[in-house]
């Protein structure tokens, strides 16, 4: 069958942005649903962003995912951002709306949601969750955590104030907060009461040990840190140590991929199916 217009295109922002699976991951997306896309990696000046993002909606791109360093920017940028996006202060994807709006939305708790619930297949609605750290990664996960309903979240942070500050935020939206206690405490004052521990500071890549005391793990408990690869293993390594159930972040990258998709396309595709295939492609060296 011969297209006569071509497919839509998409692509993802980053610097730097060669290591990134979003096109695979995209790619199999499209395969499996049956969309004409494609999806590319640009690689964009750090004082670039606004001007890539433009020469790329001019030339006819439907939407892009952003990755470090832009994600404030993107925010920023967005004529339009959703209540992830003000809660969180980033963006990781956007839509160029056929009015010439650019729509702002965060997937990236959405992703690590789908891929806790869905995956491992661990309830957070009633659960006592910790999550580890208080910049950006944390912001942007927080509020679809609490959209789960469960009973307690605390945020720690070795600086109590970044903390204090980010719960705050969450707290001024009373309907996230129905069914949960949240908290802020400092990392050394924790006591072992999680059934999920969230990992969200880059505490292994700075080869700094795990971010918490190991009181805080139990038997059992699910220890997830939102890196993967190399640089989740210190903190996988440390959990599984302690008799809890270690996991990393592929998952969440592949899960918040599909929930972009959907923005885009007004399909979600099958995350698992596509984490099962992006894992076997890793572990065979692809």
């Known amino acids: 069958m011969t297209h006569r217009t071509p497919p839509d295109a998409y692509c993802v922002m980053g610097n730097p942005i060669a290591h990134s ?8 997306f499209a395969e499996l649903s049956g969309e004409r896309i494609v999806y590319e990696r640009r690689l964009v000046p750090v004082d670039g962003f606004a001007d890539a993002l433009r020469d790329f909606a001019v030339g006819g791109g439907r939407g892009c995912n952003v990755t470090v360093p832009f994600k404030l920017e993107a925010a920023e940028r967005a ?3 959703t209540e992830r996006v003000q809660l969180a202060g980033a ?8 009015d010439g709006s650019t729509l702002a939305d965060n997937t990236d708790g959405l992703g690590l949601v789908a891929d806790i619930t869905r995956n491992a297949g661990v309830a957070l609605a009633g659960a006592s969750l910790l999550l580890v750290g208080a910049g950006g990664a944390a912001a942007g996960v927080l509020g679809p955590l609490l959209q789960q309903g469960p009973r307690r979240v605390v945020v720690a942070n070795r600086t109590q104030a970044r903390a204090e500050a980010l719960v705050r935020r969450h707290q001024a939206l ?17 006591e072992p009461d999680f059934d999920v521990i969230i990992n969200a500071t880059a505490s292994s890549l700075g080869g700094d040990g795990p971010p ?3 009181q805080v793990l139990r038997a059992g408990s699910l220890a997830y840190d939102m890196m993967y690869g ?7 390594d440390w959990a599984r140590s302690h008799g809890a159930v270690p996991r ?3 998952g969440m990258l592949v899960e918040q991929a599909a929930e972009a998709f959907l923005c885009w396309r007004g399909v ?7 984490l099962n295939e992006l894992r076997a492609a890793i572990a065979a060296g692809q």
């Open 91 to 98: 963006a990781n994807t956007l839509t160029f709306q056929p």
């Open 230 to 236: 190399p640089a989740a293993q210190g903190f996988l």
């Open 212 to 214: 918490v005391g190991a």
């Open 174 to 190: 009373p309907h996230l907060l129905q069914k949960t206690e949240l908290l802020a405490q400092d990392v050394q004052a924790l």
């Open 248 to 250: 990393d972040g592929l």
């Open 79 to 81: 004529t339009v951002r």
């Open 268 to 274: 979600r595709p099958d995350g698992a199916r596509v």
């Open 21 to 28: 699976r979003s096109p695979w991951i995209h790619a199999r």
